[in-house]
């Protein structure tokens, strides 16, 4: 499936993990609603005298999180005091900290990680997957990470004597086509004690796994229009079993999966970007990599 794929992604957005968020940031119950007003240019704070703004407070957001789609016009009202409040003391705190740190290496190694971590977030909203591109990977991988458990169509006839259950088989020997299937509803109609009796032992489709283990294996065993020869053992009973469809092309609806799929897609294409640039780069390891 596709979770198979999303283990090879290289970068992930993050996002904010408070009740409310969701749709890109989106507040969407009423009492999580924005604060109105505000816009890039407003006025939040001073310290020090000097003006902060939204937009001050967006970067630190975005910068700290990751995701560019964060905005505190977009945040429910009672959490907007609290990231200008952390804003605030990251600024109150740094010209402090800048004479002790900004100038060790350990600084400057934390800088180069931020910056590549930044680019490449960046880098990974630039790029563009088109619903096309997206249906044509899912089609050419259909059988390969889209395709769910087979499907079953039966009856069943349940019992709780073997003697019977083999009597019921032999009185079907024989028949095939419609007649089969309505013998096979009557006497289920009439002996079998699964609440299916009432309509002709019809069990519809099923997933084989959910299923008694011999149960499965009969059915599955079987080709459409065929009966079990032999009464099939469950903790339910003895079983008669009439298969009617085997649907083996059955796959998770593009729509479900599109989203998975774009994100791989755009994953895929950062990762080829990257291995561009490491296929440039002169690299020689003077120890053992492990």
Known sequence: MIKKLLLTTSIAISAFAFAGMAHGGKAQAHNMAPMKGLTDSTV?????????????????????????RIKLQDLPAQHV???????????KYY????????KTPQYKALMKKIAVDLWMTQEY??????????????????????????????????????????????????????????????LAKKYSIGPSKVDGGELGYFD?????PNFAKAASS???????????????GYHVILLEDKNTKNYVPFNKVKG???????????????????????????????
């Open 95 to 102: 010209n402090a900290a800048a004479k002790e740190i900004t």
């Open 44 to 68: 939040v704070a001073t310290i020090d005298g000097k003006k902060v703004t939204v937009k001050d407070v967006n970067a630190y957001m975005q910068g700290m999180t990751k995701d560019f």
């Open 125 to 186: 909203n630039k790029i563009k997957v088109s619903e096309k591109e997206a249906k044509a990977f899912y089609d050419k991988n259909k059988d390969l990470y889209f395709k769910t458990d087979p499907k079953l169509k039966a009856r069943h006839i349940v019992v709780k004597d073997e003697k019977l259950a083999q009597k019921i088989i032999n009185e079907l020997k024989g028949l095939h086509g419609k007649a089969l299937e309505k013998k096979f509803a009557e």
């Open 260 to 290: 998975q799929i774009i994100a791989y897609l755009k994953n895929k294409k950062l990762d080829d970007e990257l291995t561009n640039i490491d296929n440039k780069t002169k690299v020689k390891y003077l120890i053992p990599k492990k």
């Open 222 to 236: 079987l080709k459409v229009g065929e009966i079990t020869t032999k009464p099939v053992p469950t903790r339910f």
């Open 81 to 91: 005091g609290d990231f200008v409040k952390k804003y605030l003391e990251t600024e």
């Open 208 to 212: 084989p796994k959910s299923m008694a």
